[in-house]
């Protein structure tokens, strides 16, 4: 790159930190804005597959993630009711990968991806409201008044991106259903195990993050921005009577966010010159697959790479969007199919759930699995 090598990413959230941190270790010099004061801490958990866990490898960081959250070996579906319908031996992709499947806290992993910024600067209380370029350079603007200027300009502003629509009028889809998300101080109830409960329409799962605390989501199809605003109460309504220790987590957790699901088709590509997009500004995707925050980790990695180069910018980011849109398309439209067979509350859709987790071999399963968690790099 020629005059002012600066990339600036736009949000903190794990792509776009992910993606400082792997340029910082390439000798580029990045200033990452984030909108808040601080890190947004949403508080609940996440499961980081083994894709992420590799991907985090080429930045030093797998071994941070298993150390701070908790390997999990299993995947068990119950019904609301608590019986057993099948016992996935997840475990053995981690094994066959070398890279596990690790249950940890948002705020943990984003924390370590914070502390090893490096020369990296991370600005608060910057939120982009626009953004201009010409042939040698962005200048992003920002609410505050101030105006930046880099050589390219990295949209990881999330869902709800402002950096995307200044490209692509392309609006999201909502999936049909609504989601709650939280962390709480208990003990999880089976260690290594990553539990999903399925009802009529809704789904509670949970699994241990390290720390002794347990993460909790729950899903039901509902209307777009529906809002209650005593989540707890609204999740005791619906998921009160589920097997315990649904009831349990729930009356245990204070802060429950609750927030739509959206997702977006494939495009041909995410940006235009010298501005490209990650994460969940780049393809928005259901949760059914837990791949959201690992394709986005998976994107920074890789965006680094393809940056770490004296060329042509735009061609470079352009390169990079035609090799990640080839591998996030396919996972965001199954994890849409996925969403739906998950939620879905007619008796069709419920036996075909039923059937995918009763019927299906598990060695297929687990293959097909496998391939979707395998990061290439
Ligand atoms: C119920 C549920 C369960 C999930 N489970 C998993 C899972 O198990 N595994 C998994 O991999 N994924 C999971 N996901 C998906 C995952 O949460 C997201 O895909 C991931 O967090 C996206 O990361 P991101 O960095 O792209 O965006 P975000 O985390 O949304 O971060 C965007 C950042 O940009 C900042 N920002 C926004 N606008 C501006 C602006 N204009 N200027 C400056 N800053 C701005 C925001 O404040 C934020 O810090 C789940 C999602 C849901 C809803």
New binding site residues.
Partial sequence: MSGDDRIMV???????LTAAVALQRRGKDVVL????DKL?EVGAG????SN?ITALREIGLDKTAEERGSVLEKFAHRSSGGKLITTWDTGSIGRNLHAPIVGISRPEIQRSLAESLGDAELRFG????GLEQDGSGVTARFENGAEERGAVLIG???????VRPLFDATPRRYSGYT?W?ALSNVENFAPGTHTQWYGNGSIVGSHAVGGGKSYW?A?KTAPEGERDPDTKKECLDIFGDWHEPVPEMIRATDNIPR?D?YDLPRRDRWGEGRVTL????AHP?A?AL???????IEDGVILASYLDTDGDVDAALRAYEAKRIERTAPIAKRAGLQGKLMQGDNPAIRFARYASFKFAPEGQVLKSFQKLLTFEG
Avoid: R, W
């Avoid at 736009?10 to 776009?16: A, F, H, T, V, Y």
């Avoid at 910057?126 to 409201?129: C, E, G, I, M, T």
């Avoid at 990881?156 to 402002?162: R, V």
């Fill in positions: 736009i949000g903190s959230g794990l792509g776009g804005f984030e909108q808040f947004l996440i499961t980081l597959n992420a910057h939120k982009l409201v990881a502003d999330g869902g709800n991106s402002t989601t998300l989501y899903s927030s699901i990650l994460g969940d500004a995707m949760p837990g791949q959201g925050a690992c394709q986005a």
